[in-house]
């Protein structure tokens, strides 16, 4: 599996709420933090979003607490 990719920023709930669930189903991921890194924020946009998290899991990626994405996704 490869690594979750969570693109995010400070004091975000629905962040949080993602890490969590990843956490809970023992799914190791790495944040970048959008306020930090430009191109990252680039990248964001180019795929079309504007909202955190920004979850890429190999060639899938959402925007927002999804417990249905986080689902599919396994260990």
């Known amino acids: ?5 969570i693109y995010s920023k400070p004091d975000c709930v629905q ?3 993602t890490y969590q669930a990843l956490e809970r189903k023992s799914i190791p991921y790495q944040v970048i ?3 930090q890194d430009h ?4 990248f964001v946009r180019e795929l079309g ?3 955190v998290p920004v979850v890429v899991a190999d060639q899938e990626h959402w925007s927002g ?3 249905d994405m986080i ?3 396994s260990v």
């Open 1 to 5: 599996m490869a690594v979750i990719t």
């Open 15 to 17: 962040c949080n709420a």
């Open 33 to 35: 933090d959008l306020t």
């Open 39 to 42: 191109e990252a924020l680039k």
């Open 49 to 51: 979003y504007q909202q």
């Open 65 to 67: 607490f999804r417990p």
């Open 71 to 73: 689902s599919r996704l």
